[in-house]
C-alpha cells in the first residue's frame, strides 16, 4: 500500500511564478489535509478537503492560495505569485475517515518550496 | 478552536536517560491525541496517539500519559538513544463545521548526548 504520495518533491520558483504542488491520498483514504512548515517552525495548518469538497480552509491565506480535490487525480496546492515568504515545505496528509473519531493521519515526504 | 501549547522547546538529554515532552489543550471535546516525530529533511511520522478512553499508553521505549481533566498529555521516551535525536509534535483534533483536523504544537528539539 503506497503512502501518500507528494510532488514535485523539490521545487524552486522565482519570484512573481505559479507553483503547483500535487498530493495523491493513501488508498482507500478520502480525506487531505495540507499544512504548510516554515524554516524551523512547525506544522501550521492551511486546508482540509474531501473529494470535490473544501471542508476547512481557515489556514489558506486569502490571496494566491487556491487548493482543489477533484473527483479523479490527485489534491493540488496552488500559489500564484509567489513571494519569498512562500519558502517552505508543504506537507500533505490523508486520512480514511473524519479525524473526529481518532483516525490517524498520515504524512506525505512533502514538496519543498524555494522562491529565488 | 483548538490551542495546544507544547513545552519544552528545546530539551537535551545524555544518552540512557529519560526525556518528557508536555502538552495541553483547550478543547474539552478533543478525544485524540497523536505525536509525531520529525527528522531534519523528513515527513512527520506517527510515533505513539493515545485515546480518550484510556490513560496511559506503552510501546516499548515510548509512552505517553493523558489527564482528560487538566487536558494535558505527555510523551516519555524512556532509555534514550542518539536516534532518538529529532524534533517532536503533539496534535490535538479541532471541530470544524463539516469535520475536524488536527492542531499541532510548537515542537521540541530533542537533542540526545553520548
Known amino acids: 500500500n503506497a503512502g501518500v504520495m507528494q510532488n514535485p518533491r523539490h521545487l524552486v520558483r522565482r519570484r512573481g511564478q505559479e507553483a503547483r504542488l500535487r498530493c495523491s491520498p493513501m488508498?482507500?483514504?478520502?480525506?487531505v489535509y495540507w499544512y504548510r512548515q516554515l524554516p524551523e517552525e512547525g506544522l501550521k495548518f492551511m486546508v482540509y478537503?474531501?473529494?470535490?469538497?473544501?471542508?476547512?480552509e481557515s489556514g489558506m491565506p486569502k490571496e494566491r492560495f487556491s487548493a482543489e480535490f477533484p473527483k479523479e487525480g490527485p489534491s493540488i496546492l496552488r500559489i500564484q505569485q509567489v513571494v519569498r515568504g512562500d519558502s517552505a515545505a508543504y506537507f500533505c496528509?490523508?486520512?480514511?475517515?473524519?479525524?473526529?473519531?481518532?483516525?490517524?493521519?498520515?504524512f506525505g515526504e512533502g514538496s519543498w518550496l524555494t522562491v529565488v | 478552536g483548538e490551542n495546544v501549547e507544547q513545552h519544552p522547546s528545546t530539551l537535551s538529554v545524555q544518552e540512557g536517560d529519560s526525556a518528557v515532552i508536555k502538552c495541553t489543550y483547550s478543547d474539552s471535546a478533543s478525544n485524540y491525541f497523536p505525536w509525531y516525530k520529525q527528522e531534519l529533511g523528513k515527513r512527520p511520522q506517527l510515533i505513539i496517539d493515545i485515546r480518550s478512553n484510556v490513560g496511559e499508553k506503552k510501546d516499548q521505549r515510548i509512552a505517553v500519559t493523558l489527564n482528560k481533566t487538566a487536558k494535558h498529555f505527555s510523551l516519555h521516551i524512556t532509555e534514550t538513544q542518539p536516534e532518538d535525536s529529532a524534533v517532536y509534535f503533539c496534535?490535538?483534533?479541532?471541530?470544524?463545521?463539516?469535520?475536524?483536523?488536527?492542531?499541532f504544537g510548537t515542537g521540541t528539539q530533542l537533542k540526545v548526548e553520548l
Open positions: 488508498k482507500g483514504h478520502s480525506h
Open positions: 496528509a490523508s486520512s480514511p475517515r473524519d479525524n473526529f473519531s481518532g483516525n490517524t493521519i498520515y
Open positions: 496534535a490535538a483534533p479541532t471541530f470544524t463545521g463539516g469535520g475536524n483536523k488536527l492542531t
Open positions: 478537503l474531501q473529494k470535490e469538497n473544501i471542508i476547512d
